[in-house]
């Protein structure tokens, strides 16, 4: 079906991982504006006029002064250096004489590809493809990372005890069965819109809310477990258990031990379906550590009162009841035990496989989890071979570049980290996504060369050594899809590349010539012959299935095409129900591990053979008292534009915005509004402050993105003054088998700052930048 709505006035379709939207240019301004089929649009496109222009932006290759004068090596200088400005020719063949320094002198396994896939919806302009598939011919390989920074610790832990991670995410609940057969949404984490309406591709419907409201409004009851009460929107109707952070486990267990003791779990169910749960009973009610997991033990971990623990374990009982672990559990120390006693409670009441039952892990966490798949293929950039098998867990990178050749522990392997000696970033910023940043600094000193595109001086292209300037997704063609969302799209480009700004596509053609792998890369295509190569397998499935297949010229000529979807079946897991002997799910046993064998042979004493309450290690106490909990931001995706109007418009005396409870702030002799430090061993930063009952008292909130920004570079651990809460985030992994990232909970002390506000300068170019 072709939607003819969006092209009158100049407007030209485009999308983002946002949302699908139109924009134009008019007397030098850009305008944008919703899908108009979208019912909950997502105010995150009002970055994009602000943005498009702005000073940030990068206009030229620039090369840091440090290494243009002394050559690659470590140097201490990376993020409080000067850069200078060069011409493509001349940038393109230092850099290309560089990889041939590293791969013909080190191997490939010396360089280690950065991305983390965020940088646009097109599917041809993604980051992380050109750059990995740069890599892989022209360079032999390349080091890479697995699993991320959302889910590290639940896509290693997944595979063991119920299998597919996707089967789980994507193929299972989804919000039309929410809206239709829920009878209670028990969500450990939440199920935040903030969250959810951004997606890893393309997404054209946000339809969560309203999901979410026709359940309510059916009589479906939402319970919501988490020290924050906006982690379901108001249409939920939920009702908010506040719970001390990182506790959910112990909660949950509780939960299952008031079924078992009053005979209200599902025997059968975990009979047929499960392996291992006799052995997890025996220590769930105490038989083999004398400690029973029962409401009266679970009372002052949680902060919940042990009748409201055992209310709830019966409201469950007999329901079509569905049971929500968040990301947010899992980015924290023994993240891996929420993920696995969800599954064990929605295990316990029988649900699994059932409509609008059973555990729905992540739903919410990202816009493609909980809906259809298409029925036909949608474009994929090819990445070619990688010739160097080894990789590290995304989130060890300062480990990496620390201790090379130091060995650690992952998913019952001893690996050890390599000697990287040229990082390549091109679609990400670590210095949003990683923990500890002044452990990052120093990690990223310790290189020969760090080379980044960026469209804008983020920190982590101010630490760069060779900083090639790329184009924003309006400034080039491209196709949007997304293997969830019907909507294909042609992306056409909306206004002319900033300054020198060039498509990753074309710098890494132009260096792959200068390592003798052009053709090789390109193929011998243009971008407009690569997006037809593309779309090809789209439009070859339309016409397998009897279904209108455009051509290209006719897809290109349009505002987009509706593709047919899979139906909305239950997937894997409802199939496994169905039949779990003909239909087993994919894991060692073939059916759900309560108990994995795999897990207990690893031999790790922080995730042990089955769910384990272990309790955090880094607890409130005197020295750091209020429990920080960083999380996503709600006016920007990860960092992107946090220098546009809409991210900008929620800052507060131009700083990011902290939430706690008013006894806190009482009690620091805090008010609504101040600028407040927040500091700990490990480093320190302001931010405004809003005070709000709908905290936990004892916790502060400060979501991440805010672009790091340190008052003075040269100090070894210097404040961040736009509040950006990985400062104060610890570095280390969730436990020995997945090494997942444990940004999500720190420990903190918090002041009112009264002296002079520093100026904010992230979004300034650094020294040395063309006029």
Not at 15 to 32: I, K, N, P, Q, Y
Not at 414 to 431: E, H, S
């Amino acid at each position: 079906m072709s939607l003819d709505d969006h092209g009158e006035g100049g407007f030209q379709p485009h999308t983002s991982h946002w949302g699908v939207f139109s924009a134009r240019m008019r007397e030098g301004e850009l305008e944008v504006r919703p899908h108009p089929g979208d019912p909950d649009p997502n105010g995150i496109i009002e970055n994009f006029p602000s943005a498009l222009r702005h000073r940030a932006r990068i206009a030229q290759p620039m090369v840091r002064r440090g290494w243009l004068e002394n050559g690659p090596g470590p140097d201490a200088r990376r993020g409080r250096d000067e850069f200078v400005p060069m011409s493509w020719s001349a940038v393109l063949d230092l850099l290309g004489g560089e990889l041939r320094r590293v791969r013909d002198g080190f191997g490939p396994g010396a360089i280690f590809g950065g991305s983390y896939g965020w940088a646009s919806a097109g599917r041809f302009h993604h980051a992380q493809s050109q750059i990995h598939r740069f890599l892989n011919v022209a360079c032999g390989g390349y080091v890479k990372s697995v699993n991320s920074y959302s889910s590290g610790s639940s896509q290693v832990l997944v595979p063991h005890i119920i299998g597919e991670y996707e089967d789980l995410t994507k193929r299972n609940v989804s919000w039309e069965q929410i809206a239709e057969h829920s009878e209670i949404v028990l969500a450990f984490g939440g199920m935040a819109l903030k969250n959810s309406m951004v997606a890893g591709g393309s997404v054209s419907k946000h339809v969560e809310r309203g999901a979410m409201q026709r359940a309510a409004e059916r009589g479906c009851d939402f319970v919501l477990v988490s020290p924050l009460e906006a982690d379901l929107p108001d249409e939920a109707g939920a009702e908010w258990i506040s719970c001390i952070p990182a506790s959910d486990t112990a909660l949950m267990m509780a939960i299952v031990h008031t079924l078992v003791t009053e005979g209200l779990h599902d025997k059968a169910f975990l009979e047929r379906y499960t392996v291992g749960w006799p052995v997890f009973e025996r220590y769930l009610l105490g038989e083999t550590d004398d400690q029973p997991k029962d409401a009266a033990w679970a009372a002052p971990l949680t902060g919940v009162a042990a009748g409201e623990i055992v209310a709830l374990a019966r409201r469950l009982a007999g329901k079509r009841a569905v049971i929500v672990v968040s990301h947010s559990l899992q980015r924290a120390e023994h993240g891996e035990q929420p993920v696995w006693m969800g599954m064990v409670l929605a295990a316990a009441l029988g649900q699994i496989g059932l409509p609008g039952g059973g555990y729905a892990y992540a739903l919410g966490a990202i816009a493609y989890y909980g809906r259809r798949f298409n029925a036909v293929p949608v474009p994929t950039f090819s990445q070619g071979r990688n010739g160097v098998t080894d990789f590290i867990p995304v989130a060890r990178i300062a480990d990496m570049l620390l201790h090379p050749g130091e060995s650690y522990r992952y998913n019952g392997q001893t690996r050890r980290y390599p000697q990287i000696k040229l990082v390549y970033w091109a679609g990400g910023n670590p210095f949003h996504h990683h923990q500890d940043l002044n452990r990052l600094r120093k990690a990223f000193a310790r290189l020969d060369t760090l080379v980044v595109h960026e469209l804008a001086w983020t920190a982590t292209a101010r630490h760069a050594d060779i900083v090639l300037p790329c184009t924003m997704t309006l400034e080039r063609e491209d196709i949007g899809a997304s293997s969830n969302d019907p909507l294909l799209l042609p992306m056409r480009p909306v206004a002319p590349p900033y300054g020198e700004a060039r498509d990753d596509y074309a710098i890494f053609a132009d260096l792959a010539e200068r390592l003798g792998a052009r053709e090789a890369f390109t193929e011998g295509r243009s971008v407009r012959q690569w997006l037809e190569h593309l779309y090809e397998p789209t439009r070859a499935g339309l016409a397998a299935m009897g279904l209108p297949a455009p051509s290209f010229a006719e897809f290109w000529a349009s505002e987009g095409y509706e593709l047919p979807q899979q139906p909305d079946d239950g997937g894997n897991l409802r199939a496994f129900r169905e039949n779990p002997e003909k239909n087993p799910v994919a894991t060692p046993s073939g059916r759900l591990e309560i108990f994995s064998e795999t897990i207990a042979s690893f031999g790790e004493a922080d995730c042990p053979g089955h769910p384990t309450w272990l309790g955090p290690v880094h607890v409130p106490s005197e020295r750091d008292p209020y429990v920080l909990v960083a999380n996503q931001p709600r006016t920007r995706l990860h960092s992107q534009f946090d220098f546009g109007g809409h991210s900008s418009a929620a800052k507060h005396r131009g700083r990011e915005v902290a939430r706690m409870h008013p006894q806190d702030a009482a009690r620091c002799g805090i008010g609504d509004g101040d600028i407040i430090r927040l500091f700990n061993d490990r480093g320190a930063c302001l931010a405004g402050v809003t005070l709000t009952e709908g905290i936990r008292p004892g916790v502060i909130q400060l979501p991440t993105g805010a672009w790091y920004d340190p008052a003075d570079p040269e100090e070894e651990k210097p404040l961040c003054v736009h509040g950006n809460p990985n400062v104060l985030t610890r570095d280390v992994g969730t436990s020995a088998l997945a090494q997942g990232c444990t940004g999500q909970l720190t420990t903190v002390r918090v002041e009112r700052f009264d002296g002079n506000l520093p100026p904010i300068q992230a979004y300034e170019p650094p020294s040395g930048r063309q006029a």
